[in-house]
């Protein structure tokens, strides 16, 4: 059974930084992509920043420039980095894996709570 823990969450004021971890636990032969998503009160899930396995990112523009994600492939970790943050911010945010144990699967964590305040 594959796991994905995230921590790091909380609330700050409009400038401050957070960030967030994510550790994947189980039977794991490697992972593969790795990310996090956001989801706002009332809005669809959207990604916030991705990284392959080689170290290959991407972001979604709203968060260009304040955001960087990173990975640690032998503690199986992904992170993301936050500073400058805004209110439009406040979100849950998810940690996705594909999970390789025999075939290649997407895993997500619960979730954690980032609120902004103004």
């Known amino acids: 059974q594959v796991q994905l823990v995230e921590s790091g969450g909380g609330l700050v004021q409009a400038g401050g930084s957070l960030r967030l971890s994510c550790a994947v636990s189980?039977?794991?032969?490697?992972?593969?992509?790795m990310g996090w998503y956001r989801q706002a009160p009332g809005k669809q899930r959207e990604l916030v920043a991705a990284?392959?396995?080689?170290?290959?990112?991407n972001y979604t523009d709203s968060v260009k420039g304040r955001f960087t994600i990173s990975r640690d492939n032998a503690k199986n970790a992904v992170y993301l980095q936050m500073i400058s943050l805004k209110p439009e911010d406040t979100a849950v945010y998810y940690c996705?894996?594909?999970?390789?144990?025999?075939?290649?699967?997407?895993?997500w964590g619960q979730g954690t709570q980032v609120t902004v305040s103004s």
């Open positions: 996705n894996a594909e999970v390789v144990t025999v075939v290649a699967v997407d895993y």
């Open positions: 189980g039977s794991i032969f490697s992972i593969n992509a």
């Open positions: 990284i392959t396995s080689g170290g290959s990112t």
